[in-house]
């Protein structure tokens, strides 16, 4: 079922829904694990009887009754009130009529059978939820080659970052070498840890978003896999040390055993990598890593190139440029049924549940099959170990893809090592953004169907542990206790990314007198559009908040009282969302401008570009005129003139008349003639009175009747050089 809604809330009218069905696969719930320990569920959103409806998906499975419970998004296990309870068995749907416009809910579902195995399941359910509003700060931890290297792309993701809501804290580091990174991880922790302490407490870093190739922290002394890889375990990377603030981490074990596969996995006291093989306390940020270092053996492609296309194919996703957009569709591959079951459970929520596509044929290789059911929002296979070379041949089309089979997702060594699979993965130039990783660990991710983050939805996973249980679950083979919350999670991609976004309005512009300010747009082509939001900020980068309601979607223009010179605004397009959640708000990428003054004389620039705004034929775009002792283009100069057109004006040409003489020209040596207007020819005297080099001239005079002399200097190969007078 794919369902199209216009929503008109609050300044909007509230529309019908229209449905259609799209989906090549309506899976059917046959699976030990789906009746006994997961249940499956998602949710309708009817905006006009303002209700939430849950469908219990597998309710054909049901031995036993079935208990509903509903918090607040992100809540704790606390806050979960019982709402339904004792539903019969094959009870298919139950409605929330408790719900507001605006409510953004999360629902448990509890099935006890007959057996007393309890199934567990969950589901978003939100009802016009708007995701345009300040997301929070995050903290830009980056390599500093990357600053240096792509300035013009690192620049625009910075835009990019605040155009969606965040506030960016900058934080770059040296980069590091190898992966055994040392001491330097404690510095680096120590510099995060400061930034988020600085932080207001109601507005603390909720992200870290690691770019480039940052030094990579090691924990662990144990087994990390549970499915018997012993050779795998030990100390490795663990980016949750710099996510996690106030977390102790110790380093007084010793991990040594001869079945390691690598030295660096060994674990020794004072070493620098940690001991923990859980994460000791609640995560304060959520977190991931794009980093392209060392994958030679795999992609031969320099480092920095692969970044930049992986900024470049973020961009374009963010904006829904070059092909990047995506339906609701999300897919799966039927292997291991544990890992599939339990990976599956929040597919509905994503994607509803007529929009899974299940992969269950074996002529056709993961990516092959993708390539042609896609594009996904999600796509997630637990039986085979990805390969580049599919990937590179086929691509990825899926915006996530996810696998918690054997030890393809380490991503902590080099390429050939054979441990840097997860990280090349993301480096093919594919539709792919972020790959996952966690041996059984992310299979609970529906918050991410409300509109958010998926590093949003990711923190739960990560901190969820039998003390808390964030995200109660049934324990199943190879998905126990003792595997959840492990400091081996390995997250690679922007942890910034939404799976919904508006497309953007574009060609922004500003007109100013002195008493309003009016912003123009074009307006955003999103079919599901519902209106524009405009922001503020003091500066370029800074935290934006809305200073406008919400603007009609016929509207490209919005006129408000004149701020001050120097502020910054942004306009983003908001549209209507229909998923297995409900319905939500969400936003496009902003566009950007700053208030630069008033344009008091209509010219198109405004005051603090324009040296004379009361005079609508003197501003920076009009071409001088000689003569008249005015600077009609307003750079700082009056009567400049280039009569000559050679790209010198008359205040610095010393002959206007000759486009061969002006600053620009080589000045040729005792001509008599002055091309470079440097006051003066340039003369050489005789070679024996020569005093620099490498030589430009060598000159044969009247004291230099035996030739040339010798020099100190040496006539490099290669080399023009003027030889001027010389006599045999």
């Not at 809501?165 to 055994?180: A, R």
């Not at 930034?195 to 190739?213: M, T, V």
């Not at 500003?510 to 939001?533: F, K, Q």
Request: proline share 5%; glycine share 10%.
């Amino acid at each position: 079922m794919k369902t199209i809604v216009r929503a008109f809330w609050g300044l909007l009218l509230v529309a019908l829904l229209s449905q259609a069905s799209s989906a090549q696969v309506n899976y059917e719930y046959n699976s030990f694990y789906y009746g006994e320990e997961v249940a499956m569920c998602d949710v309708l959103a009817d905006t006009t009887n303002r209700s939430l409806t849950v469908r219990l998906l597998d309710a054909d499975l049901a031995t036993g009754t079935t208990d509903i419970y509903r918090r607040p998004l992100f809540g704790t296990y606390a806050d979960w009130v019982l709402m339904a309870n004792d539903l019969p068995a094959g009870t298919t749907s139950w409605v929330d009529n408790n719900v507001a416009m605006g409510d953004r809910w999360e629902y448990q579902l509890k099935r006890t059978n007959v057996s007393g195995n309890v199934a567990i399941g969950y589901t978003s359910g939100v009802l016009m939820y708007d995701n345009s509003d300040y997301q929070g700060q995050m903290i830009l931890l980056v390599a500093d080659d990357v600053p240096t290297a792509l300035s013009t792309k690192y620049e625009r993701l910075k835009k990019d970052i605040t155009g969606d809501g965040w506030l960016v804290n900058e934080l770059v580091v040296p980069k590091g070498f190898g992966y055994d990174a040392g001491d330097e991880v404690v510095g680096i922790r120590a510099q995060v840890a400061a930034i988020y302490n600085a932080a207001p407490a109601n507005d603390k870093p909720k992200q870290l978003f690691i770019l480039g190739h940052v030094p990579l922290p090691r924990s662990g002394q144990g087994q990390q896999a549970p499915d018997g890889h012993l050779e795998f375990s030990g100390a490795r990377g663990a980016d949750c040390y710099y996510a996690d603030i106030d977390g102790i981490f110790t380093d007084t074990a010793t991990y040594d055993i001869p079945e390691l596969t690598q030295g660096i996995f060994s674990n020794f006291p004072g070493d620098y990598k940690w001991d923990q093989d859980v994460i000791p306390s609640a995560l304060e940020m959520s977190f991931g890593r794009v980093d392209f270092y060392q994958l030679g053996s795999l992609i031969s492609t320099p480092e920095l190139q692969l970044l930049e296309t992986y900024l470049d194919r973020l961009h374009a996703y963010r904006h829904g440029q070059d092909g990047m957009n995506w339906n609701t569709n999300t897919a799966f591959f039927e292997g291991y049924a544990n890992s599939v079951s339990s990976s599956l459970r929040s597919l509905p929520a994503l994607s509803g549940n007529e929009n899974i596509y299940e992969n269950d044929t074996s002529n056709l290789t993961h990516p092959e099959w993708v390539a042609e059911n896609g594009p996904f929002l999600w796509y997630m296979q637990n039986r085979y170990v990805p390969q580049v070379g599919e990937w590179s041949t086929y691509g990825m089309n899926s915006l996530v893809f996810s696998s918690d089979q054997s030890a393809w997702g380490y991503g902590d060594l080099g390429a050939n090592t054979g441990f840097g699979t997860i990280r090349a993965l993301l480096a093919v130039d594919t539709k792919c953004l972020a790959t996952l990783w966690t041996t059984t660990a992310v299979n609970i991710f529906h918050q991410a169907a409300a509109g958010g983050s998926l590093g949003e939805a990711l923190k739960p996973v990560m901190d969820n542990n039998e003390t808390n249980l964030l995200l109660e679950k049934t324990s199943g083979e190879w998905d126990t206790p003792e595997w959840w919350n492990r400091t081996h999670f390995s997250m690679h991609g922007d942890p910034g990314i939404r799976f919904f976004r508006a497309l953007p309005p574009t060609n922004l512009s500003l007109a100013a007198d002195a008493v309003n300010i009016e912003i123009e747009w074009t307006a955003s082509n999103d079919p599901d559009l519902i209106g524009y939001y405009l922001y503020k900020s003091d500066s370029e980068l800074g935290k934006y908040e809305k200073v406008s309601g919400l603007i009609d979607p016929n509207q490209t223009s919005h006129t408000f009282p004149v701020g001050m010179v120097g502020d910054w605004y942004m306009v983003r397009a908001v549209a209507s969302q229909v998923n297995g959640s409900g319905i939500f708000v969400k936003p496009s990428q902003a566009c950007f401008i700053e208030y630069r003054g008033e344009d008091a004389d209509g010219d198109g620039y405004l005051a603090n570009d324009d040296c004379e705004d009361e005079n609508p034929a003197i501003n920076p775009g009009v071409i001088e005129v000689p003569g008249n002792g005015i600077d009609d283009d307003c750079d700082t100069l009056i009567d400049e003139a280039d009569n000559d057109m050679d790209g010198y004006d008359s205040i610095v040409d010393c002959n206007d008349g000759d486009p061969s003489i002006n600053p620009g020209q080589f000045d040729f040596p005792n001509n008599g003639i002055d091309e470079d207007c440097s006051n003066g020819d340039s003369t050489l005297l005789a070679c024996q009175d020569f005093t620099q080099g490498p030589w430009n001239f060598l000159q044969n005079g009247t004291n230099c009747s035996a030739g040339v002399d010798s020099s100190q200097y040496e006539v490099w190969a290669n080399e023009a050089y003027w030889i001027l007078n010389a006599s045999p």
